[in-house]
């Protein structure tokens, strides 16, 4: 277990001495400052405007990161051979693995939280010296503290991708691991479309083969409130629970299948 | 209990995409290696040492067959606390310093923060890495990557030590170098499993040595029987010889050869079963003298030579299946 924790904070220092990653969260946070400016342009709308895309440039950037470092984590280490001197110390595969994951995810709590401060700042900035008048046309105050749960789910959501893209990685190289997690990303988008589709298809089959999709697919519409967090409503806390659970199992599910491939597989 | 034992350890590879055929990387190699020993693993390119290296280190499985390490079976954990093994042309992370490498690796054997230090610090003297230590291993040579893969398979004091091809990439001052560390370590009881095409550190290392060519063991022993059963002969150069003396002393001594050196200067060999007294006896009445007598060993090279050419090249299982 406690080289679990070695590897991980190695994953971490790999990321932080990346420059890639850097050029990342430097692009991501100066969107977030942008937003302020666009928000100048629309009067009435500025505050939604800059939570709209405060909130997507997070998402997306760290879409981008967690595929990006997701699919090279085990792909590297096995191309360049780093992987013969680590696992002939004494670790377990598995902990090979969930040392990568949590790293990553460690990672990217990291970076979400320096997105978020950034996201706050300006949200800060916007609402400073605004008269009580214009504040109460506001659906949901500035520095809104439900803003947090939409960003958590988005957390969440980065947790399953980086697990798909891992397991991907696992077996193969990085631009096939990266085209199969986007489109399961995307796939995973439309589940809900998925669902609805017994009620438009005659045949029985079809139907089955939809059904079985929609619940073997991740479904990551499940994760994203923020339209509705931008819109001042409130999301049930029992919504928000279910999410995070479902957001832990589905990664697991999939590591699980992450180490038993690798446990079995030979290091050319 | 064997320090290293396999049972016909055996690894094919699928090769071809379209018809898929198993190659035959190494075919039931079985070894006995006791503690303490420095065992040279031999054999030309392609012959199955690295092959056997990560069979051993669980890098790969095996098709059929068993190995142990240390009398449990290989990959266990913790077999893998009490050894250390170098990699084929090593290759760590660009991102770490060689000290950051070695007190990472140090860590995952659960060393304390202090002590990873004082390991890493006293191994990267032992290989000979410098004020380099802080640097970025991406700015690092062939040879210093190696010296750095050889001083991470000590981190923890290892019981057994595998090295594939240890001397590769290094100057002459670094070879001898890692010879001595060998021998340091055997010194200090350390069993040391090494593969190398390099005949001459078998040589001045091994107590015992296995043969490898096309995947299959050709031959394994202590290196004196590998090669006291193939003593040539004995070789005489003398001076003052003239040539009816040699030409007398040829029909009559059993001489297998006669070389000219110069002016009636010659080296003349003699089959081990000849006696080299009485011919030196006869060329000295002769009024020849002595230069030097020397027994003819084969060296490993020679011998080494001989038996890979002797062995099969066949290498695809369709034809030995019928
Ligand atoms: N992943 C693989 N797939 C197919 N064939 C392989 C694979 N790895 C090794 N081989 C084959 O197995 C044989 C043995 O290779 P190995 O690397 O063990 O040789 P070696 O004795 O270490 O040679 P060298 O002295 O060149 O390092 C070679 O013919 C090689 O082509
Ligand atoms: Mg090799």
Redesign the interface.
């Known amino acids: 277990m406690?080289?679990i924790g070695?590897i991980a904070v190695?994953v971490f220092?790999?990321s932080v001495?990346?420059k890639v990653l850097y050029s990342i969260v430097a692009f991501a946070v100066m969107l977030i400052a942008v937003s302020y400016l666009l928000a100048q342009l629309t009067a009435g709308q500025d505050l939604k405007i800059i939570k709209d895309l405060g909130l997507a440039s997070i998402a997306t950037f760290g879409l981008l990161m967690a595929i990006f470092i997701g699919i090279g984590l085990v792909w590297k280490e096995v191309e360049?051979?780093?992987?013969?001197?680590?696992?002939?110390?004494?670790?377990?595969r598995w902990e090979f693995i969930l040392g990568k994951y949590v790293g990553l995810v460690l990672t990217l709590l990291v970076n979400v939280a320096v997105m978020t401060a950034a996201f706050y700042a300006v949200l800060a900035y916007q609402g400073w010296g605004v008269d009580e008048l214009a504040r109460r046309a506001w659906p949901a105050p500035p520095m809104d503290p439900a803003l947090l749960s939409a960003i958590a789910l988005i957390l969440v959501e980065l947790m399953l991708v980086t697990g798909i893209a891992l397991f991907f990685s696992t077996f193969s190289g990085p631009f096939l691991s990266a085209v199969l997690t986007l489109g399961l990303w995307v796939i995973g988008h439309f589940n809900t479309d998925l669902r609805n589709f017994e009620n438009v298809v005659e045949s029985r089959a079809a139907a089955w083969l939809a059904r079985g999709l929609y619940y073997a697919l991740p479904n990551f519409d499940t994760f994203d409130i923020k339209a509705q967090v931008v819109q001042g409503q409130h999301v049930a806390a029992s919504y928000i629970a279910l999410s995070v659970l479902y957001g832990m199992v589905y990664p697991a599910l999939v590591l699980t299948g992450a180490v038993a491939i690798f446990s079995?597989r030979?290091?050319? | 209990m064997d320090a290293i034992r396999t049972e016909a350890l055996t690894k094919h590879f699928t090769v071809g995409f379209w018809r898929p055929r198993p190659y035959l990387a190494l075919e039931a190699l079985t070894l006995q290696i006791g503690h303490g020993e420095v065992f040279g693993f031999l054999g030309p390119n392609g012959a199955g040492k690295t092959t056997t290296l990560k069979l051993l280190m669980q890098l790969i499985y095996p098709t059929s067959g068993h190995a142990e390490i240390l009398g449990r079976p290989v990959g266990d954990v913790e077999v893998k606390r009490r050894i250390g093994y170098l990699p084929e042309n090593p290759y760590f992370y660009d991102y770490l310093t060689a000290e950051e490498l070695l007190e990472y690796f140090s860590a995952l054997f659960g060393h304390s923060a202090a002590e990873r230090r004082r390991r890493a610090s006293a191994l990267l003297d032992e290989v000979g890495i410098g004020a380099e230590r802080r640097l970025q291993l991406r700015k690092f040579s062939k040879g210093m990557l190696q010296r750095v893969g050889i001083a991470q398979a000590l981190i923890n004091d290892p019981e057994v030590v595998f090295f594939d091809e240890p001397m590769s990439g290094l100057d002459p001052l670094g070879r001898r170098h890692i010879r001595e560390l060998i021998l340091r370590l055997r010194d200090r009881g350390c069993t040391v499993f090494f593969s190398s095409h390099v005949l001459s550190d078998a040589e001045a290392l091994c107590s015992r040595v296995a043969i490898l060519a096309n995947g299959r063991l050709v031959s394994q022993g202590a290196l004196s029987e590998i090669l006291a059963v193939t003593i040539r002969g004995w070789e005489l150069v003398v001076s003052g010889l003239t040539e009816t003396a040699l030409a007398h002393a040829q029909s009559s001594a059993g001489i297998r050869g006669a070389t000219r050196l110069g002016p009636e200067r010659y080296a003349l060999e003699l089959p081990m079963t000849v006696p080299p007294e009485h011919l030196l006896a006869k060329l000295v009445a002769a009024g020849a003298t002595l230069v030097s007598l020397n027994p003819l060993h084969d060296t490993l090279e020679d011998f080494f030579v001989r038996q890979v050419a002797a062995a099969p090249e066949e290498r695809g299982l369709e034809s030995t299946r019928g």
């Not at chain 1, 360049?80 to 377990?92: A, D, E, Q, V």
């Open positions: 406690r080289a070695h190695n220092r790999e001495r990346d360049r051979r780093s992987i013969y001197g680590l696992l002939t110390k004494p670790i377990r079995r030979d290091f050319k």
